[in-house]
């Protein structure tokens, strides 16, 4: 009788203990065809809410519905800041992120991408009339980057300059027109889109810096889901989606 107690118990114990852990797993689903995609809803035109709601739009959101659709794909999006889109890919929040993601040698140490689906490059956003030309004219200013971007890092190497972070591009938007900051190094359908929508307040010029390749990034130990959205991107560029997303967003937004 003693044994089969103990049977009991055990088996009571492996229950709890299996329950504990699938609770852990997070984001883990019996649908294998629904994913949770994160992002930073900051970042117009790639990603931004609609005003007085919390409604999803952009290019990056127009183009992971699409790719969903082409790969038979649910989407549930998770939005944060664009600093913890990797670390909750690794610990397994997250499936995917899309955010405006470049590419570079340590994100791929800690994440796997899809082939790239987008090129941009950093521009200088500043105030109109306020004698920065070039990167020459930075020299002695304060400038001010997103936390965990390629431009926080490409800030650094300009000399003579203060670099201030800010979690999100709202806030940079707000220090540079109180006068915070006299500069921003963000991408340039970013300075382009702010330029259009305030066109007495900022413009902008290219950096000079190398265009970079931007990309979803997923969880490194997931092939199957890179090679899933490699093939939907593939068909989406071939049937006209892809231009038709970009055009909407990116036709009108350019910085010379």
């Not at 699409?66 to 038979?72: H, I, M, P, R, V």
């Not at 006299?182 to 413009?203: H, R």
Request: glycine share 8%; aromatic share 8%; with cysteine.
């Amino acid at each position: 009788m003693k044994m089969y107690k103990k049977l009991f118990a055990g088996a009571i114990m492996l229950f709890v203990a299996g329950a504990f852990l699938a609770g852990c797993s997070g984001t883990k689903t019996s649908n294998s065809n629904h994913i949770i995609v994160g992002t930073a809803a900051t970042y117009p035109p790639f990603e931004f809410t609609k005003d007085n709601s919390s409604e999803l739009q952009g290019f990056d959101i127009e183009l992971m519905d699409a790719l969903a659709k082409e790969a038979n794909l649910t989407v549930e999006w998770k939005d944060m800041g664009f600093d913890g889109l990797i670390p909750s890919l690794k610990s397994g929040q997250i499936q995917a992120a899309i955010a405006g993601i470049n590419i570079t040698p340590e994100r791929e140490k800690m994440v796997a991408f899809t082939e790239p689906y987008y090129e941009t490059g950093t521009v200088v956003m500043h105030k109109k009339g306020d004698g920065i030309e070039n990167l020459a004219d930075l020299k002695g200013k304060t400038i001010a980057v997103q936390i965990a971007t390629a431009q926080a890092a490409e800030a650094k190497e300009i000399p003579g300059v203060k670099v201030k972070e800010f979690n999100n591009i709202p806030d940079i938007i707000n220090e540079m027109k109180i006068g915070g900051s006299q500069a921003a190094l963000v991408d340039g359908p970013l300075a382009a889109y702010y330029a259009k929508k305030f066109p007495n307040t900022f413009e902008a010029f290219k950096s000079g810096t190398p265009s970079q390749p931007i990309a979803i990034a997923v969880n490194i130990d997931d092939p199957e889901l890179v090679a899933t959205l490699n093939k939907a991107l593939q068909k989406i560029k071939e049937d006209g989606t892809y231009k038709k997303i970009s055009d909407k967003w990116f036709g009108s937004l350019e910085i010379k």
